[in-house]
C-alpha cells in the first residue's frame, strides 16, 4: 500500500526558509512523479511543483524563483524548499505521487506551516 | 497560465438529488482533467481522472465527462458522505479550480 508523510518544522520565521521532507512507503520514488500541493487556511488547492523520476522538476510560475524540490532515492523521500517565506505562505502542504494519467492519486495527510515571528 | 473556473461555488442539495458541477478552463486541455473530493481536515481524494475515468473503489453514482474546455462532474443520487468540497485539477500545467463546496 502506497503511503506518504510529511514531517518538518510547524513554525518559520518570515525571511527564512521553509523544508519538509515527504518519506513515501510501498512504491519506488524512482518512478512515477512527486508532488507537493499547500492550501491556505480557509482557501483552495495550490500546486507547487514536482519531480519526475528521472530528477527533472517543474515548478508553479508564481512560486519558481523560490522554490527547489529535489529527491534521495537511498532514503525513498522527497523535499521541499521554499526561501524567504512570508505570511502568505502559511499553509497545510501536501505530498502526493501524481501521474501523468491520473493525476494525484495518492496523498499524504497534510502538515501545517506557520509562518510567524 | 491555464486557469480553471469552476461553478457554483457553493452548492446546497439533499440526499437523493442529482448534482452537477462545472469546470471551465481557460484554454483546451483534452481529457487532461481530474476531479477531487475533500474533508474538512483531509487530504483530497481522486475521484476521477482523465476527465470521465473513475477512479478504483469510487462509488459508481459519480461520474465526469467533457474535453477540451468543458468539463462536468455529476453525482446520481447525493449521499451524507458527499458533502465537503470538490476541486477539478488540469495536468497540463496543473492548476486547480477553486472549488466548490458542497452542503448537504
Known amino acids: 500500500q502506497v503511503q506518504l508523510q510529511e514531517s518538518g518544522p510547524g513554525l518559520v520565521k518570515p525571511s527564512e526558509t521553509l523544508s519538509l521532507t515527504c518519506n513515501v512507503s510501498g512504491v519506488s520514488i524512482s518512478r512515477y512523479y512527486w508532488t507537493w500541493i499547500r492550501q491556505a487556511p480557509g482557501k483552495g488547492l495550490e500546486f507547487i511543483g514536482y519531480?519526475?523520476?528521472?530528477?527533472?522538476?517543474t515548478y508553479d510560475p508564481s512560486l519558481e524563483s523560490r522554490v527547489t524540490i529535489s529527491a534521495d532515492t537511498s532514503k525513498s523521500q522527497f523535499s521541499l524548499r521554499l526561501t524567504s517565506v512570508t505570511s502568505v505562505d502559511t499553509a497545510i502542504y501536501y505530498c502526493?505521487?501524481?501521474?501523468?494519467?491520473?493525476?494525484?492519486?495518492?496523498w499524504g495527510q497534510g502538515t501545517v506551516v506557520s509562518v510567524s515571528s | 497560465d491555464i486557469q480553471m473556473t469552476q461553478s457554483p461555488s457553493t452548492l446546497s442539495a439533499s440526499v437523493g438529488d442529482r448534482v452537477t458541477i462545472t469546470c471551465q478552463a481557460s484554454?483546451?486541455?483534452?481529457?487532461?482533467l481530474a476531479w477531487y473530493h475533500q474533508k474538512p481536515g483531509k487530504a483530497p481524494k481522486l475521484l476521477i481522472y482523465q476527465a470521465s475515468t473513475l477512479e478504483s473503489g469510487v462509488p459508481v453514482r459519480f461520474s465526469g465527462s467533457g474535453s477540451g474546455t468543458e468539463f462536468t462532474l455529476t453525482i446520481s443520487s447525493l449521499q451524507p458522505d458527499d458533502f465537503g468540497t470538490y476541486y477539478c485539477q488540469q495536468y497540463n500545467s496543473y492548476t486547480f479550480g477553486q472549488g466548490t463546496k458542497l452542503e448537504i
Open positions: 484554454q483546451s486541455v483534452s481529457v487532461w
Open positions: 519531480i519526475a523520476s528521472t530528477g527533472r522538476t
Open positions: 502526493g505521487r501524481m501521474t501523468n494519467s491520473k493525476g494525484v492519486d495518492f
